[in-house]
């Protein structure tokens, strides 16, 4: 095979490699012999360099061919990124996820310390626990919560606990689209919080495969709905499918669809609604 050089966004260049592909594709829900079908007829249409972003769209248009899951679940990370500029959006979708697990939740609660005032971003309860959620949104994928940002988080958890009358909690949890470094890993597991990101707890509990497994899609994965669209739904504080399904008469009139894009949307809605790939589920 013909060697390719892979640009990625950052204007860096790096050797394609068939095995990240097959593994991404794999991921998405696809049998293996499928997913080797598609890398090599993929790479037949390959130039010597290409992008990044065109490698990923061809890989979506491939994997819809054969299921819109699929192409839905591979799609998941850069969806994520379309949530921003604001960190509000991922705010509402953590607060769903931990819905599909069976809590409670608000959203933007203010809470009194000890000492001073913290917003709490999620505050999630449920019969067996309750929890406090800190949303840690970035508009780059590549960006690392480090040791500073699980320092700040555990502070700001024990001035809230040290405040008697302040609502209680049994764990606090940081949730990030991105990742976590290693050091934060290592004291966030030593002091006891809770963490959930792209490599975080591993591959079978990642936020990736809880979004997934409970179905909780941005509205930004659907193809078959405009960016721009998804977007204005954002602000509007729609921003997964499942909330996009719930207010389907409002989300015609605000976008101002007709009859037939509308139900296009809601099937595609409901084929991502009612199939998974098969992942363990976690507690949190």
Known sequence: ?????????????????????KKSLRRSGLHEKTCNELVEKMEKE??????????????????????KVAAANYHIKRAMELLGPTGYPFEILCSELLKMKGFKTKVSLNVKGQFVSHEVD??????????????????????????????????????IKAN???PGFDHFLIISNTYFSKDAITYAEGVGLGLISMNYPDSEYNLV????RYKVYPVTVLKSLKVSDAKSLLGEGIVVIRQLKRRRKFVQEHLGLDHDKMEKIIEEINCLLAKAINSKRGDL
């Open 209 to 212: 495969e809880n979004i997934i």
């Open 46 to 67: 390959l130039s010597r360099e290409v992008s990044t972003t065109k490698l990923h769209g061809m890989a979506r248009r491939e994997l819809e061919k054969h299921s």
């Open 1 to 21: 095979m013909t060697p390719f050089l892979l640009r990625k966004r950052n204007k860096q260049q790096e050797r394609y490699d068939k095995r990240k592909l």
């Open 164 to 166: 008697p009358i302040s």
């Open 122 to 159: 999620v505050y999630a309860t449920r019969a067996d626990m309750d929890l406090m959620c800190e949303c840690k949104y970035h508009n780059s994928r590549t960006h690392k919560n480090d040791i500073k940002t699980a320092l700040y988080v555990y502070a700001r958890s024990l001035d």
